[in-house]
């Protein structure tokens, strides 16, 4: 008995499969808007982003040669940054190291400048703690010790039903 060959694929209908899946699947992957808010109808959304978290901005006149340490404690997590002013050159990395809960960090500012335009800008935290202290050291003695209780702002730049949302609170400690 003589076997018979199958009969070759039908392009046709490969692609009447292929455009039916494209039909059907286009619209939910249209209709999925992930995590953001819906705009209301006529309403738009920019790009803007926000910071999120507690800036606590330190206001001096000049800072002081010398070795600093900041030690942070914001709702019972510790965190200390260790320093030297004037700030090392950019190219050699950041002058702060941090230990200690990661959400907190001291900023610096003019790696690359003279030492009159350098800074140690804020303490920068990427969570909304309710109770915060900060101390701040030179040469081994307190030159700065302040606690906060934050207030913070919800701000959405991009409109009330746009993202992202951001809780925002700004403190300024007085050296």
Known sequence: MKKSLPSPPNPFRALGRALLT???ITPLLLS??????????GELCTQKGCDDGLRIEFQTAKWEVGSYAFR??????HTLCKSVFPLMPCNIG????CTGDPNAA???SGCGVEAEKQSFSEVHFQSHPKQVKVTVLR????IAEQSFKPTYTVTQPNGPNCEPTCHQAKETLKL
């Open 32 to 41: 999925a808007g992930g995590c953001r808010s819906t705009p209301k109808p």
């Open 139 to 142: 040469d081994d003695v307190q």
């Open 106 to 108: 001291v900023y610096e």
């Open 72 to 77: 942070v404690e914001a709702d019972g997590k």
């Open 94 to 97: 950041r002058s702060v190291q």
């Open 22 to 24: 494209a039909l059907l």
